[in-house]
């Protein structure tokens, strides 16, 4: 499939897409803390969604007939899970990490973004996770603004994990953004073999760091979604979709 570039009217209204991600991550990010129950995040994003006008991206997607319709409106992964963790009747706990991966459609234009937030007070190890992913999504989106290949970008992200000594993901990453969730080109969060394609105006992309404490090495749960850390260790996970424009730095769509 092409890469589809898109116009500045576009980019607009993914922007009001992203905006209302953005603005229902920081609702949920407030609500994070010991004793809140995981289904409580999907009650709010349906209220927020309903209240802006947008439809549920994640609800009933499948990217092939491998995967069942996910059933949910947003990702809530705990721990040692990675992505893709479907809400379920869990009360989170003092020393959790808590990944929220949440998509919105609005006017047929999809807005992604993810976040991890500590629940409560959580140890050295799990901070220093958080901190080093998030400053890998900011070096990922600050590359982009000189970037000339997609390589330069994969490139700046794994620099900014490398020195941590966490694991990296392979297999899992970020990907262009349209009407669709799911568009060309693959980002993933590590050096590539080849430059990959150019950067220019108009292109709109997912950046999404994923960063374990130990093992990068994955497998899907039973429930077909939920992917988990090979050998249980912590897992974090921030995302942010920006567009390409003209001479100028990215914007990043799904800021509040």
């Known amino acids: 499939m092409a890469i589809r570039l898109k116009s500045p009217e576009e980019i607009a209204i993914m922007r009001e897409a992203g905006r209302i991600v953005g603005q229902t991550l920081e609702k949920l990010r407030a609500m994070v803390r010991p004793g809140v129950n995981c289904l409580e995040f999907e009650r709010v994003v349906a209220e927020e969604f309903r209240r802006a006008g947008a439809k ?76 080093v992913t998030e400053r890998a999504l900011w070096a990922g989106i600050e590359a982009a603004g000189r970037a000339k290949y997609l390589a330069d970008i994969c490139a700046a992200i794994e620099d900014a994990i490398r020195p941590s000594g966490f694991g990296i993901v392979r297999g899992y990453g970020g990907h262009g953004v349209g009407r669709e969730m799911h568009e060309e080109p693959h980002v993933p969060n590590h050096r590539i073999r080849f430059k990959g394609p150019p950067i220019r105006p108009g292109l709109v992309i997912a950046i999404e760091p994923m960063v374990t404490a130990g093992s990068p090495e994955t497998y899907t749960d039973d429930d077909g979604w939920t992917v988990k850390t090979r050998d249980g260790s912590l897992c974090c996970h921030f995302e942010h979709t920006i567009a390409i424009v003209e001479g100028g730095k990215p914007l990043v769509l799904t800021l509040p």
């Open 56 to 131: 549920e991206t994640f609800r009933g997607y499948s990217p092939g007939p491998q995967y069942p319709p996910y059933p949910s409106n947003i990702c809530v992964s705990v721990n040692d899970e990675l992505v893709h963790g479907i809400p379920k009747d869990r009360i989170l706990k003092e020393g959790d990490i808590v990944s929220l991966d949440l998509g919105a459609t609005y006017k047929g234009y999809v807005g992604d973004a993810a976040i991890t937030v500590p629940v409560g007070h959580v140890d050295d190890t799990a901070k220093r996770l958080i901190e």
